[in-house]
């Protein structure tokens, strides 16, 4: 199927940090899995040839996986308006969007992540998704849908340690022990919801954050990281502490304040 995407590049947005399951392929189309099917996306300007293991509602799917709903134009005038000084920032990112993805497999693969690089966390997501989820047969290989909640309720700690997770085992288990008592978070405000994440044993802020931006399409979460911390003390010259980077990001990017991040890191890599 071709997709109009307008003026967005696939390949940065899926492999800027936030997507684990995405491999480019040797014609330079990218494969990635979804949480009901696998895509194959080859982009031309601002065309994308979509193949997939499920044509069901495929056009619909992949405009709301890639955030294309969204008026990004609108919402960047806003942010320069109210802060002239981002607008090289945003200028370099005008072809970035926040991915909308699986909030169950995002509470799991934030949870892997913690001190962890993209690497093994790929590794023990796909480890995962081998052993415990749906195979799907495409283009004659074999891929693995994320595993739902009734597919690992049973799994101990001994379990997730095959999985090469480390100390993060015990997290998971207490992740899905607790996961059916959880309060829907698509009903509560951004920070009773933060609240509710935190309840989880290694679910810290940054990671409850995370969630909550790439699983909830909450873009007034601010992710603060030791790289955020450098970088908004070196370009903002504020104090080095959360609240004050929190107050900071609050009063300047407002509901917008983890996409900012997101441009943050995406200017920066397109500096290089």
Not at 28 to 52: A, W
Not at 158 to 187: A, Q
Request: hydrophobic share 35%.
């Amino acid at each position: 199927m071709k997709i109009e995407v307008g003026n967005i590049n696939i390949e940065e947005i899926l492999f800027s940090g936030s997507c684990f399951r995405a491999v480019k392929e040797d014609d330079g189309s990218i494969t990635n899995i979804l949480s009901d099917r696998v895509v194959n996306i080859k982009q031309n300007g601002i065309y994308i040839e979509v193949l997939s293991s499920n044509n069901d509602n495929l056009e619909h799917v992949i405009y709301e996986y890639f955030d294309l709903n969204r008026d990004y134009n609108k919402i960047n005038n806003e942010l320069i308006r109210k802060n002239k000084d981002i607008k090289d920032m945003i200028d370099l990112c005008l072809n970035y969007r926040i991915l909308n993805q699986d909030s169950f497999e995002m509470c799991i693969s934030y949870i892997i992540s913690q001190n962890n690089n993209v690497k093994r966390i790929s590794n023990s997501i796909n480890l995962l998704c081998e052993k415990y989820g749906k195979e799907i047969l495409f283009n004659n290989k074999k891929y693995y849908l994320f595993p739902k909640y009734e597919n690992l309720k049973n799994l101990t700690i001994e379990d997730y340690r095959k999985l090469g997770v480390g100390f993060r085992d015990k997290y998971l288990v207490d992740f899905i022990d607790k996961y059916p008592k959880l309060k829907d978070i698509n009903t509560l405000s951004t920070i009773d919801a933060l609240n509710e994440l935190m309840k989880i044993k290694g679910i810290g802020l940054k990671v409850a954050s995370c969630i909550l931006l790439f699983g909830y399409k909450r873009l007034d979460v601010f992710p603060i990281d030791t790289w955020v911390k450098h970088y908004m003390v070196d370009n903002y010259n504020i104090k080095n502490d959360i609240k004050s980077i929190e107050r900071f990001a609050k009063e300047n990017f407002g509901e917008y304040s983890g996409l900012v991040i997101q441009y943050m890191f995406h200017s920066k890599r397109n500096l290089k």
